[in-house]
């Protein structure tokens, strides 16, 4: 579990004020920055907990040449914060998720938590912000699959891996 300290919000705070443009009220920013402080279960699973420290540690550029991102959504059964750390690819003002759990016969508890939970928080590097996600229609997954494979050729094999459909999410803020 990570709990986020005074100095990260503080910066964070710093931030999304600088960040507040038409439309955007100091209040919003204000519940993104309290979201953030409050105490987040980071993703139980070794390799995404490195993950979301390398992520931190290099303000958001974990792995170079990759575009990723840290989502939290609200836990669909315990109402706790969780967070993840997910590659993305955009799609005009979008980003666009696949919810591969690697090819695994189950969608992943991320996508599960934003189905029963659209509001969510994402981070793009040092930037954080509330985002609604949503599944993709079928046409938009036809146009995108070949986008976000070219971004993460894992992604092919982990469909042929699973009868599962892979579903892709789009989180507009």
Do not use: K
Request: proline share 7%.
């Amino acid at each position: 579990m990570t709990v986020v300290t005074d100095e990260m919000t503080a910066g964070v705070a710093a931030g999304v004020t600088a960040g507040v443009t038409d439309g955007v009220t100091a209040e919003v920013s204000a519940e993104v920055t309290a979201e953030v402080s409050a105490e987040v279960s980071d993703s139980p699973n070794p390799w995404v907990a490195e993950h979301i420290r390398r992520f931190e540690e290099t303000a958001g550029q974990p792995r170079p040449g990759i575009s990723d991102l840290l989502l939290t959504t609200r836990g669909r059964r315990s109402g706790l914060l969780r967070r993840t750390a997910l590659a993305y690819v955009r799609d005009g003002e979008a980003y666009v998720l696949t919810a591969s759990n690697a090819g695994a016969d189950r969608h992943p508890a991320w996508y599960l938590n934003l189905v029963a939970e659209p509001a969510v928080t994402l981070q793009v590097g040092a930037e954080t912000f509330r985002a609604t996600a949503r599944p993709a229609t079928p046409a938009e997954v036809d146009r995108l699959w070949p986008v976000v494979v070219a971004a993460m050729p894992s992604y092919a094999s982990y469909r042929e891996a699973t009868d599962r459909e892979i579903p892709l999410v789009l989180l507009t803020p």
